[in-house]
């Protein structure tokens, strides 16, 4: 139980999700990125696609406005 409901979502989060993103803005520039790996979160999560899919781009403009991401902990205070 702990490792569905505690350890599947924080290794999606922090390794699968970052290393999408990483990956994807280094070759498709932020805005795109966040498309589509939103998009590819969504498709995965098909039980609340469109909410996963809106979830996902507020987290990604959330990170872009506050800095950092929202997987690495990373914050700009400048």
């Known amino acids: 139980m702990i490792t569905g409901c505690i350890a599947a979502p924080l290794f999606e989060e922090k390794v699968v999700r970052q290393l999408l993103l990483t990956g994807a ?3 498709l520039g932020r805005v ?3 498309l ?3 998009a590819l979160f969504s498709w995965v999560h098909k039980d609340g696609m469109i909410s996963a ?3 996902s781009l507020a987290l990604r403009a959330g990170a872009y406005i506050f800095g ?3 997987c690495s902990g990373r914050r ?3």
Do not use: D, I, K, W
């Open 25 to 27: 803005e280094h070759y």
């Open 32 to 34: 795109v990125a966040a």
């Open 36 to 38: 589509a790996v939103s």
């Open 53 to 55: 899919f809106l979830f």
């Open 68 to 70: 950092g991401t929202p």
């Open 76 to 78: 700009s205070m400048e």
